[in-house]
């Protein structure tokens, strides 16, 4: 897809100019009493760079200065402070920032995006800051900081919507009309103005031009689509292969277990521990052998001891961050005090990659960067820290990303297959080399409710697999709380059990029969939709969706945050509250089908639909073509009969048969079935021929 349609600002004086992406300079615009015109796309640059779109105002900026709300006499601050109540905006020095752009906010505006930050799926009203952070308390709508700091969003109105890409890796805040309704902005804590202004008609459209910009999420392997069961952590062999006998003894598909800190020798990166674990090549081979796939944790502080060999390298290559002096900067993460490799060196993250060989020559298939914010338990990193890009001021919301490109990297040259990192920070871009999860949530309905948004939300902003700890990470679940996250998990891209340590345990063996069979249904589920689930992961768009990507016309769904699309065709309603066996369901105009009982229904209106404890309520489109697997597979390797439930009606999918695990299908190794629909009939045709598969699956009406 061309770049048409991105419009770049920047200005080293921090005054707004126009400097137009290059597939837009190729064409010679129109110029009219100051007015740059391109097709549909129009910008005034001296009217506060103006944007149009099909003759509609999309942004500008606000004519006037800001009305800040931080007008209280001292002694009233000072009362605030003394019990902890003066909001963020009221501190001294809050409102200093070296860069800031402040646009008009229509009355019909609604904004997306930022990643996973908390809340409900609009941030009008909220306003929040990119500078990742490590914090393990029970997350709020109000929080404003998390693990991630994806600078783009998107405003949506009856004029179109706007993309805004804030190009600066400073700690940024973001404003969406908390200070006063009538406006929005973002400031920069240092650098320079350099944002992207990204044009269409609905979120879509912006969206994938904004991949144009940061790149395209990359296929997993198919196997990582799978369900996969962690904790902090398995101790020994013996847990890790009881664990997964029990998932095979009662029948709960499994591809994938997680070694999380404890199976390091002292915390130390690429090392096992030589007593719990000491032939980790035989424990691989013996999971492999249940076809369990093994993820380990690796963090990136390095434990400062001369003698231990990752030390000594990185000493040695110039690897880690510096003090101003030269020294290398010492922090300290879980194993003591530690030093932080400088990814954004490119000999480091070559150095890094090469270390890495030492987990996959030992049979290990992905590596989960975990406290990569970076995490520091003795403090913030002072800002003056050096990195090879500048200094942690500026280095600080990118780090993530650097040592994701690092992993990525190395793992593909170690490994040939598509690399899996799974990563907890992350910036804009970060969709080319890393999976995502939300972070360390809590065993509460809230944070039940919450993991959704930040999924639909991170899809908005580029990052397409991600996940939330299913059943919570801290805190206990509860038996309901568990069997209605793993309904979310079933419908997620990445479904994880992942608990720490001091709660009880979360596999869902662990609980009664009841509750075990009630999620046996969930990763059923998954496991029957894998197929198309994994066809979603081909296309360019979220495999989660919030509706208003699929019906942006419609006003009913603009801020609607508990309801989801899996793809374009199914929709769920996940229940995310105790005790409920019924909830409203909206749908949008058009015929949509109960999945379970193919009952038809008129959209454009509420339902109540029946949410009984072990089912979630999903829908089906008119037209929809659900490529689904027979019997119970229980792992993905089991997957070798497929078929086609199809709903009657109007609509079409795209098939996809590849080797499942290298990047082979990017040259050509690839087969793909076009499948369309039009009432009761339904063709298919074999589009691309490049891997082996059938020209035609047997089709099953649901409805």
Request: glycine content about 8%.
């Amino acid at each position: 897809m061309p770049v048409s349609g991105i419009i770049r600002v920047t200005d080293g004086k921090h005054k707004p100019s126009c400097m137009i992406s290059a597939k837009l300079r190729s064409r010679a615009p129109k110029v009219d009493s100051g007015r740059l015109t391109w097709g549909n796309i129009s910008v005034e640059p001296e009217n506060g760079m103006a944007l149009y779109y099909n003759g509609k105002l999309l942004c500008r900026d606000y004519p006037a200065p800001r009305r800040p709300r931080t007008s209280l006499p001292p002694e009233e601050v000072a009362q605030l402070m003394s019990e902890g109540h003066l909001p963020a905006e009221f501190l001294p020095g809050a409102d200093q920032w070296a860069v800031e752009v402040v646009k008009e906010l229509a009355p019909d505006a609604h904004i997306y995006g930022l990643g996973d930050k908390t809340g409900f799926l609009d941030k009008r009203h909220y306003a929040y800051e990119n500078w990742n952070t490590d914090d393990p308390a029970p997350q709020c709508d109000n929080f404003q900081r998390l693990y991630k700091s994806i600078n783009f969003f998107m405003v949506y109105s009856s004029a179109g919507c706007c993309g805004i890409l804030a190009d600066n890796t400073f700690r940024t805040r973001f404003d969406f009309g908390k200070e006063q309704d009538d406006y929005y902005f973002w400031s920069h804590d240092g650098g320079q103005l350099d944002y992207y202004l990204i044009p269409g008609k609905e979120p879509k459209e912006v969206l994938a031009k904004y991949l144009t910009l940061t790149g395209k999420n990359k296929l997993q392997q198919k196997w990582v689509y799978g369900f996969h069961q962690s904790r902090w952590s398995y101790y020994t062999p013996r847990e890790v292969l009881e664990t997964v006998d029990t998932m095979r003894e009662n029948r709960l598909p499994l591809d994938g277990v997680f070694l999380d800190i404890d199976y390091m020798q002292n915390f130390r990166v690429f090392t096992f521990n030589r007593d719990r674990f000491p032939d980790p090549k035989g424990l691989m081979k013996a999971l492999g052998e249940r076809n369990v796939k093994v993820t380990c944790s690796n963090d990136p502080g390095v434990k400062i001891d001369p003698g231990y060999y990752v030390y000594d390298e990185g000493v040695a290559g110039e690897h880690f961050a510096k003090n101003p002096d030269g020294s290398v900067y010492e922090g300290a993460v879980w194993p003591g005090p530690a030093a932080f490799p400088d990814f954004t060196r490119r000999e480091t993250r070559s150095w890094w990659g090469e270390k890495l060989r030492f987990l996959t020559d030992a049979g290990v298939r992905g590596v989960w960067n975990d406290m990569n914010e970076p995490a520091n338990f003795t403090g913030p990193i002072p800002d003056d820290v050096r990195f090879a890009a500048g200094s942690h001021k500026e280095v600080h919301n990118i780090y993530g990303h650097f040592m994701g490109q690092a992993t990525y990297e190395g793992l593909l040259a170690a490994d040939g297959r598509r690399p899996f990192i799974l990563t907890r920070a992350c910036c804009a871009g970060s969709q080319r080399y890393c999976a995502a999860w939300t972070g360390d949530n809590h065993s509460i309905w809230a944070h039940l409710q919450l993991s959704l948004t930040q999924m639909m939300n991170q899809g908005l902003s580029g990052l397409y697999m991600t996940g939330a700890d299913v059943g919570g990470f801290g805190s206990d679940t509860t038996p309901e709380l568990l069997v209605r996250w793993c309904q979310l998990g079933a419908i997620s891209p990445f479904f994880r059990i992942h608990y720490a340590k001091g709660t009880r345990n979360q596999e869902v063996f662990s609980f009664d029969k009841a509750t075990m069979d009630a999620c046996r249904v969930s990763l059923d589920l998954r496991y029957h939709l894998l197929p198309y689930i994994y066809d979603l992961a081909h296309a360019d768009m979220p495999i989660l969706r919030p509706l208003v990507l699929e019906f942006p016309e419609d006003e009913h769904v603009w801020t609607l945050t508990d309801q989801c699309m899996l793809g374009p065709s199914l929709m769920a309603a996940p229940v995310m509250t105790p005790g409920v066996t019924a909830r409203a369901v909206y749908l949008p105009k058009g015929v949509w089908y109960d999945y379970y009982t193919g009952r038809r229904y008129t959209g454009g209106k509420y339902i109540l639909a029946e949410a009984p404890l072990e089912r979630i309520p999903l829908f089906a489109r008119a037209g929809a073509v659900i490529p689904v697997s027979q019997g119970k597979p229980q792992s993905v390797e089991e997957i070798r009969s497929e078929v086609l439930e199809v709903f009657p009606g109007k609509g079409s999918h795209v098939h996809y048969y590849d080797d499942g695990e290298t990047l082979a299908y990017e040259t050509g190794l690839l087969r793909s079935l076009k499948v369309s629909v039009s009432g009761r009939t339904v063709q298919q045709t074999v589009t691309r021929d490049g891997y082996p598969g059938p020209d035609s699956l047997e089709v099953i009406w649901k409805a």
